[in-house]
């Protein structure tokens, strides 16, 4: 007779980055009252990827969700309010627009505010697609406050992230996990057992000769995939061709000039570099293509577009842009790096392991490891993983620029069917069809398409029955009130300092 399935009496995360950690956390306060052990083993010695400071709107639901609070997290973090992420010199060098979290206005008559801005600029309209979207202005003019709840309100019409140290966030959701059960081991695994049988993996061995068993593994080990790729072979799914940066160098410098509550990214002759505020520092990075740009080129294109005096020596690292054949193989989960990889420049990862530990947590095995269930997050995780890759690539695509190796490259590109339909149906009429597990919803793309100059040729076949005069008073009500409101909105820093989520308020011990 075959054994009954049973619940999963013990799981064991391997790895302790923000992965790692975000994963015990959320484990943690599941099942701290039930007899489901959690053991994180990491490795100081091998350390973490250390870099990772901006996220989208999504994770102050995973925060919330573990009952914590806002202050206290941004105190810990260091954090600063994120409403978006400016472009520059995407389109055409010279241009800027914003990515926002948030529409730019409300439909008129079921029409879409773009057609209507897109008809109005057609008829001589000067005023920019950005100057009718509230958290786009707001972050233009550095000033921040929370959503208002009332959703009639012009100031309700936005989302917002963080931009922290992702290595304080680790730490933070350590004594987080700790406090709710969690048992941190120190040390380097240097073997893994499966089972001869099944291949379930069993057993961890460390080089102080200490073993760790478990029933569920996490592998949170980051690039290396030490259980899901080492030890089960799943194979990696390799999407250079499309997006074929693989490299970055990080550092980090001085706060110059007003706390803003965004990201920049500016696009480059081989890649795009970012620029991310935080209350005590700013991070920026290069993320560059090795086939276009030497090693040396790109740490200098770096440096000499930063402002402030830089705090760090310049941090290298690589990467391969793709995803685990499966992120869910026998009694493994790969969660964070060890999943996969798409370059930051829409912020994505921490929100993939958000993404992880929310279908993880739905689909919570027990010791019989339905197929079934496997086979439904490695779907989901699939789908969530190319459509972001297809709005990454979306930036490179939709552009004017043609005046380096790496912008040409993308000229003659074959892309993926998913995304030549979805360009397809814009071009066509100005329409981004939405679908499932997709974290980009059609505000966002309509962003890109509108800030990298890609106009659809025609608008909403509705918008004939609106008069164009309603149209023109509709645009004029929403920039002026848009205005008007931030104009009494905060300004970033005083409203960080105000709400006692600045980590100068901090005590030591925390
Ligand atoms: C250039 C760059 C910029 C990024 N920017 C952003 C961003 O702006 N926003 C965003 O959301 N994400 C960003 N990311 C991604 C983000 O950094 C990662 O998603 C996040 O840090 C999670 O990493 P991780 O925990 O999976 O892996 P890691 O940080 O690499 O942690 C791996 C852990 O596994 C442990 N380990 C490995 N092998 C062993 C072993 N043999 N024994 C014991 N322990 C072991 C290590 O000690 C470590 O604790 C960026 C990544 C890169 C490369």
Redesign the pocket.
């Known amino acids: 007779m075959t054994d009954q399935p049973k619940p999963i009496s013990s799981i064991c995360i ?7 950690w975000m994963t015990a956390a959320a484990l943690a306060y599941k099942f701290h009252r039930t007899k489901t052990s959690i053991t994180l ?3 100081e010695q ?10 989208l709107p999504h994770i102050r639901f995973f925060n919330q969700a573990l009952g914590i609070d806002e202050v206290t997290f941004m105190r810990a973090t260091n954090a600063t309010f994120k409403l978006g992420i400016e472009f520059c010199d995407w389109g055409q060098i010279g241009d800027r627009y914003v990515h926002p979290f948030g529409d730019f206005g409300e439909p008129l008559q079921g029409v879409d505010f773009h057609h209507l801005w897109n008809q109005l600029r057609q008829l001589g309209l000067k005023t920019p697609l950005d100057e009718y979207s509230y958290p786009i202005v707001a972050a233009k003019s550095a000033r921040f406050h929370h959503p208002d709840p009332d959703l009639s309100k012009i100031e309700s019409t936005f989302g917002y992230a963080y931009q922290f140290d ?1 290595s304080l966030y680790a730490k933070f959701l350590r004594t987080f996990a700790e406090k709710h059960g969690v048992t941190r081991i120190e ?3 240097v073997e893994v057992d499966q089972n001869a049988e099944t291949g379930h993996v069993e057993t961890l061995r460390l080089e102080s000769g200490q073993t760790i068993g478990g029933e569920l593994f996490i592998d ?5 995939g ?1 259980l899901i790729e080492q030890s089960l072979k799943t194979g990696y799914q390799d999407w250079s061709e499309w997006l074929p940066c693989n490299r ?1 160098v ?1 550092v980090q410098s001085e706060n110059v000039g007003t706390l803003l509550p965004y990201t920049r990214s500016t696009a480059r002759t081989a890649g795009w570099q970012w620029r ?1 505020p935080l209350q005590h520092r700013t991070g920026n ?1 290069h ?1 560059y293509c090795s086939h276009f740009i030497s090693d040396d080129e790109a740490r200098s294109q770096l440096l000499d577009g930063i402002e402030g005096a830089l705090t760090t020596d310049p941090k290298q ?1 690589y ?1 391969m842009t793709g995803r685990r054949n499966q992120f869910w193989k026998k009694n493994v989960v790969a969660i ?3 999943a996969g ?1 798409l370059e ?1 420049l829409e ?5 993939f ?1 958000q993404e992880g530990i929310t279908a993880l947590l739905e689909l919570f095995p027990d010791t019989a490891f339905a197929t079934s269930d496997q086979e439904e997050y490695n779907e989901r995780m699939g789908l969530n993983f190319e459509r972001v890759r297809d709005f990454l690539l979306l930036h490179y695509v939709a552009t004017e620029r043609d005046d380096s190796e790496m912008w040409r490259h993308f000229r003659n590109l074959t892309l993926p069917e998913s995304l030549q339909s979805k360009i397809e149906a814009w071009m066509h009429r100005g329409l981004v069809p939405s679908y499932e597990f997709s974290v980009f919803l059609p505000p966002s793309w309509i962003a890109v398409f509108m800030g990298q100059r890609k106009l659809p040729l025609a608008g909403d076949p509705r918008m004939g029955r609106i008069p164009l005069d309603d149209i023109r008073q509709y645009a004029e009500n929403l920039h002026s009130s848009i205005r008007n409101s931030v104009d009494r909105a905060p300004d970033h820093l005083t409203f960080i300092q105000g709400t006692g989520s600045s980590s100068k308020t901090v005590p030591e011990s925390l």
Do not use: D, N
């Not at 391997?14 to 790692?20: E, K, M, R, S």
């Not at 949170?220 to 290396?224: E, I, K, M, Q, W």
């Open positions: 391997v790895g302790g980055g923000t992965a790692g083993v990491e490795s091998i350390g973490t990827v250390g870099v990772g400071e901006a996220t992702s040390g380097k695994i949170c080990s980051g690039f290396r030490l970055a990080a991310i990075g993320v690292l990467f964070g790096l060890s990889f930051p912020s994505t990862s921490i929100h392991i």
